[in-house]
């Protein structure tokens, strides 16, 4: 069974960094596009940021510039580095990944999330 496992969340002062990991496992048959989303307090599911399998990036419009996604492909694993953090940024990050289990379609999996807290 797929699982997505994150790491790396915690509490920072405002233009502090983090680095946010999402490891991939389970009878994975193949890794396509991967991202993080976040909710804050309040709001909806957002997309932060997101890496397809060929290493194109796409960034929200709120973290360009600060925010870094990466992926290592065997590893299975996607990293979001967030740099000059702001207490807007406070959320709870998700990962996400698009891809194909053994024996089932292809589809979305999410992680349990993670909590980033940007305060002073």
């Known amino acids: 069974q797929v699982q997505l496992v994150e790491s790396g969340g915690g509490l920072v002062q405002p233009g502090g960094s983090l680095r946010l990991s999402c490891a991939a496992s389970g009878s994975i048959i193949r890794l396509y596009a991967m991202g993080w989303y976040r909710q804050g307090p309040g709001k909806q599911r957002e997309l932060v940021a997101a890496?397809?399998?060929?290493?194109?990036?796409n960034y929200a419009d709120s973290v360009k510039g600060r925010f870094t996604i990466s992926r290592d492909n065997a590893k299975n694993t996607v990293y979001l580095q967030m740099n000059s953090l702001k207490p807007e940024d406070t959320a709870v990050y998700y990962c996400?990944?698009?891809?194909?289990?053994?024996?089932?379609?292809?589809?979305?999996?999410w992680g349990q999330g993670t909590q980033v807290t940007v305060s002073s």
């Open positions: 996400n990944a698009d891809l194909m289990e053994l024996f089932r379609p292809r589809r979305d999996y």
């Open positions: 890496i397809t399998s060929g290493d194109s990036t």
